[in-house]
Nanobody, 120 residues
Framework: QVQLAESGGGSVQAGGSLRLTCTVS???????VGWFRQAPGKEREGVAC???????GYSNSAEGRFTISQDKSKNTLYLQMNLLNVEDTAQYYCAAGGSSCLSSQNYPFWGQGTQVTVSS
């Protein structure tokens, strides 16, 4: 069983930055880990992932602005978000145990989420 807990969300003005943190307990080696988000009235969408071999994948909206990383010694996953805009406002979730990069239905383990609000 894998348990995840996000932190680091908050309110920021457009153009600003935030770093989300996800602490992970349990075994995730050999699977995908990732960040997802869900805005009110919208479906959950993939933002970024780390693949089993360590390479990364990003959504079109995240590419060039967001960076996913992990510190295996601390069992922690990060999402550095720069140049935030109002369209990035959403509840952000980390997920583990995935079998593909940005497809939420392929991840069995989820955190409770952390809210990110970007104002203009």
């Amino acid at each position: 069983q894998v348990q995840l807990a996000e932190s680091g969300g908050g309110s920021v003005q457009a153009g600003g930055s935030l770093r989300l943190t996800c602490t992970v307990s349990g075994r995730t080696s050999g699977t995908y880990v990732g960040w997802f988000r869900q805005a009110p009235g919208k479906e959950r969408e993939g933002v970024a992932c780390i693949k089993p071999r360590g390479n990364t994948g990003y959504s079109n909206s995240a590419e060039g602005r967001f960076t996913i990383s992990q510190d295996k010694s601390k069992n922690t996953l990060y999402l550095q978000m720069n140049l935030l805009n109002v369209e990035d406002t959403a509840q952000y979730y980390c997920a583990a145990g995935g079998s593909s990069c940005l497809s939420s239905q392929n991840y069995p383990f989820w955190g409770q989420g952390t809210q990110v609000t970007v104002s203009s």
